[in-house]
């Protein structure tokens, strides 16, 4: 029986496990598997959502299983992929460990943070990749006003009550912009925290925001986050974060205790060293039908992937593309098995959304523009729509219903970190030792 095992659950690694359902619904002797690391699915755009207290932090990760009919879920961490013994290597949580065969194996395994080599960056900065980087991000804004709110010190004070944000594109400015936010509707619980100390940076690299919309729009982004008081560094990077500052260049030191790192993806190291053919960035350099190069039983995907586009670029590593790519997957894995010729990937994007907080946001729908408080709703409507499952669904409208209407809920909650990142309170707890 042919055994198609699917590697990922994220946008691409769903898409394409239950379009294959579909696609093979005739074709019972297929047995199809999808590992994964967490059961359920980061829908990333709805992350800055929770770290900005906008949802309940498990409405942005519908569970992968409530999705499959046929397929087999398995939970564990891909350690490796033998590509001779054409096997996947599966950790799970308990330490023990599987080896699954595999006849058409799908990579999906989506990207890591980037930290460019950047002193002190992996240890004193917050991600906003995963659902525990988003409860994590959340708990430290708290804890730095509740220690704001019992600090003397001015210095101390200042830094507590500064977020910086590194990199302009959809996780910096979105995860600024709800965080902004949060922290002015939290503030009447901190009656001694004036509203105009917290101090909020974004700093990019590039010389404009938001690379993927019509650069009019990124302009009104930096227009639309000064006006609400945030300060805007075009063409500045983060050389090094420490425990109690970030140095940006140009720029020199800014005391903070709150670095939000959204600059930059990289590929999970795991790949090239399976020996699969990779880019110098490490991704899988796929032919234009999305086999891996050199392995035709082999298919890459999404931000793990480096898929051509005519003309020699490469698409662009967004949940869009990688949507559009996982439906291509499946029908030539089912072209594959039924012997029919395979087809190559071509897609235009539909357009980008982007939410900067305040009822505002900005949209590029195809050839139309649009800003402010209408981008805004086009935002919440269609991500509504794209996130998987009415129950999520329901849950996240009744969400925002109620956020708009109630004070904003300063609990913070218990995590259990599930990786090998300090946790927050770990991060702070180090924080005020090296202090
Ligand atoms: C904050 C934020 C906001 C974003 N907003 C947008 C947006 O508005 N629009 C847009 O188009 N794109 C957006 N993106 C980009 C988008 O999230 C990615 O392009 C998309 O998730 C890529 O899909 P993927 O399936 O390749 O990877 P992912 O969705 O990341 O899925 C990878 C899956 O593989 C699993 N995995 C990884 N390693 C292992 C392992 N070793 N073993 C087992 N499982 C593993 C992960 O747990 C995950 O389930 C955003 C990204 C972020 C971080």
Same mark, same amino acid.
């Given at each position: 029986?042919?055994?198609?095992?699917?590697?990922?659950?994220?946008?691409?690694?769903?898409?394409?496990?239950?379009?294959?359902?579909?696609?093979?619904?005739?074709?019972?002797?297929?047995?199809?598997?999808?590992?994964?690391?967490?059961?359920?699915?980061?829908?990333?755009?709805?992350?800055?959502?929770?770290?900005?207290?906008?949802?309940?932090?498990?409405?942005?990760?519908?569970?992968?299983?409530?999705?499959?009919?046929?397929?087999?879920?398995?939970?564990?961490?891909?350690?490796?992929?033998?590509?001779?013994?054409?096997?996947?290597?599966?950790?799970?949580?308990?330490?023990?460990?599987?080896?699954?065969?595999?006849?058409?194996?799908?990579?999906?395994?989506?990207?890591?943070?980037?930290?460019?080599?950047?002193?002190?960056?992996?240890?004193?900065?917050?991600?906003?990749?995963?659902?525990?980087?988003?409860?994590?991000?959340?708990?430290?804004?708290?804890?730095?006003?509740?220690?704001?709110?019992?600090?003397?010190?001015?210095?101390?004070?200042?830094?507590?009550?500064?977020?910086?944000?590194?990199?302009?594109?959809?996780?910096?400015?979105?995860?600024?912009?709800?965080?902004?936010?949060?922290?002015?509707?939290?503030?009447?619980?901190?009656?001694?925290?004036?509203?105009?100390?917290?101090?909020?940076?974004?700093?990019?690299?590039?010389?404009?925001?938001?690379?993927?919309?019509?650069?009019?729009?990124?302009?009104?982004?930096?227009?639309?986050?000064?006006?609400?008081?945030?300060?805007?560094? &075009? #063409?500045?990077?983060? /050389?090094?974060?420490? $425990?109690?500052? =970030? *140095?940006?260049? @140009?720029?020199?030191?800014?005391? !903070?205790?709150?670095?939000?790192?959204?600059?930059?993806?990289?590929?999970?190291?795991?790949?090239?060293?399976?020996?699969?053919?990779?880019?110098?960035?490490?991704?899988?350099?796929?032919?234009?039908?999305?086999?891996?190069?050199?392995?035709?039983?082999?298919?890459? &995907? #999404?931000?793990?992937? /480096?898929?051509?586009? $005519?003309?020699? =670029? *490469?698409?662009? @590593?967004?949940?869009?593309?990688? !949507?559009?790519?996982?439906?291509?997957?499946?029908?030539?894995?089912?072209?594959?098995?039924?012997?029919?010729?395979?087809?190559?990937?071509?897609?235009?994007?539909?357009?980008?959304?982007?939410?900067?907080?305040?009822?505002?946001?900005?949209?590029?729908?195809?050839? &139309?523009?649009?800003?402010?408080?209408?981008?805004?709703?086009?935002?919440?409507?269609?991500?509504?729509?794209?996130?998987?499952?009415?129950?999520?669904?329901?849950?996240?409208?009744?969400?925002?219903?109620?956020?708009?209407?109630?004070?904003?809920?300063?609990?913070?909650?218990?995590?259990?970190?599930?990786?090998?990142?300090?946790?927050?309170?770990?991060?702070?707890?180090?924080?005020?030792?090296?202090?």
């Amino acid at each position: 029986m042919p055994h198609i095992v699917i590697l990922g659950g994220g946008f691409a690694g769903l898409t394409v496990t239950r379009r294959l359902e579909r696609r093979l619904r005739h074709n019972a002797a297929v047995q199809l598997t999808l590992i994964s690391r967490q059961n359920y699915m980061a829908f990333t755009p709805l992350l800055a959502e929770v770290a900005g207290n906008s949802i309940e932090p498990r409405h942005a990760v519908p569970p992968l299983r409530g999705f499959l009919h046929r397929a087999r879920f398995h939970e564990g961490t891909v350690q490796q992929i033998d590509l001779a013994a054409r096997q996947v290597v599966v950790a799970h949580s308990d330490g023990g460990q599987a080896h699954i065969p595999y006849d058409e194996l799908v990579i999906a395994l989506g990207a890591v943070t980037n930290y460019h080599r950047t002193p002190g960056a992996a240890d004193y900065s917050f991600d906003l990749k995963s659902l525990d980087d988003a409860i994590r991000l959340r708990n430290h804004v708290l804890a730095t006003l509740e220690l704001a709110d019992v600090t003397p010190d001015p210095a101390e004070r200042a830094a507590l009550l500064t977020v910086l944000a590194a990199g302009g594109g959809y996780a910096g400015v979105e995860g600024l912009g709800l965080l902004l936010d949060f922290v002015r509707r939290a503030l009447p619980f901190y009656p001694s925290i004036q509203p105009h100390e917290p101090r909020f940076i974004l700093a990019s690299h590039s010389p404009r925001l938001l690379e993927q919309v019509d650069e009019r729009l990124g302009r009104y982004v930096v227009r639309a986050l000064q006006a609400r008081g945030v300060e805007v560094r &075009l #063409g500045v990077s983060v /050389a090094e974060v420490s $425990a109690d500052a =970030a *140095t940006l260049n @140009p720029g020199g030191t800014v005391p !903070t205790r709150t670095v939000l790192w959204a600059a930059g993806i990289a590929v999970t190291p795991l790949l090239r060293e399976s020996g699969l053919p990779t880019t110098e960035h490490g991704a899988v350099q796929v032919a234009p039908t999305l086999q891996v190069v050199g392995h035709p039983e082999l298919f890459a &995907l #999404g931000d793990c992937a /480096a898929v051509p586009k $005519a003309g020699g =670029a *490469t698409y662009a @590593p967004t949940a869009q593309n990688a !949507t559009a790519e996982a439906r291509l997957v499946a029908d030539n894995l089912a072209a594959l098995l039924a012997g029919r010729p395979l087809r190559p990937f071509r897609y235009r994007p539909l357009g980008s959304l982007a939410a900067i907080g305040s009822y505002e946001a900005v949209a590029q729908l195809g050839w &139309l523009p649009l800003a402010g408080l209408p981008a805004w709703l086009a935002w919440r409507a269609v991500y509504l729509l794209k996130l998987p499952g009415l129950s999520r669904k329901l849950r996240v409208a009744l969400d925002w219903l109620l956020e708009a209407l109630l004070p904003t809920d300063i609990v913070q909650l218990p995590v259990q970190p599930s990786d090998d990142r300090p946790s927050e309170g770990a991060q702070l707890r180090s924080r005020e030792h090296q202090a």
